[in-house]
């Protein structure tokens, strides 16, 4: 009664060697086809994901960069000198209102004929009428202007007379 109950099976005895034989070519078949389609797979994606095509694809980019590297760097360039010409125009005096006080002196019988800064910062004016009355108050409200600090000296350059033309005074103006 012993005899009959075995829990132990010996795969010796129960299956015959050629069943054995048959799992083993299986087992290798099965492992050989895994294997193929493992090896077109790595393939498919070495071909799409390629190192060369990368390299490529690299080198395009860096070749496309590289034609923009000299407009990259003259808009750098010229940024530099705005910004540069912004701080100078910053620091510079605005001549404009200095200038703009001077027309008003002048009425409706004195006309500037010229004016211009010269480096040192100073306004030359040619001035001119048909009256020297007309002449000595636009000096004398320039005078004024002086007085109140808006200019510095006022030098007068010149004065010419010619019947036929009137009056011209040229005048220095020190601008502060």
């Known amino acids: 009664m012993f005899d009959e109950i075995n829990l132990v099976i010996k795969n010796d005895k129960n299956v015959p060697k050629k069943e054995q034989l048959e ?26 994901f390629s190192t060369t095509g990368i390299k490529n694809q690299q080198s395009q980019v860096l070749q496309t ?11 750098y360039v010229l940024n530099s000198r705005l910004d540069d010409i912004g701080i100078i125009m910053n620091k510079r005096k605005d001549y404009s209102q200095d200038v703009e006080q001077i027309i008003k002196l002048t009425g409706s019988a004195v006309a500037i004929e010229n004016y211009e800064y010269d480096q040192q910062k100073n306004l030359s004016l040619s001035i001119s009428s048909s009256s020297l009355n007309d002449l000595n108050d636009f000096l004398n409200n320039l005078l004024k202007l002086q007085d109140n600090g808006t200019v510095g000296d006022v030098v007068m350059t010149g004065l010419k007379s010619d019947p036929a033309q009137g009056y011209n005074v040229s005048l220095e103006v020190l601008t502060q």
């Not at 799992?23 to 086809?33: D, G, M």
């Not at 960069?65 to 808009?75: E, F, G």
């Open 23 to 48: 799992r083993i070519r299986l087992a290798s078949f099965l492992a050989l086809f895994l294997v193929g389609i493992l090896s077109v797979f790595v393939f498919l994606v070495n071909l799409r």
């Open 65 to 75: 960069l590289s034609s923009y590297n000299d407009t990259v760097a003259k808009i």
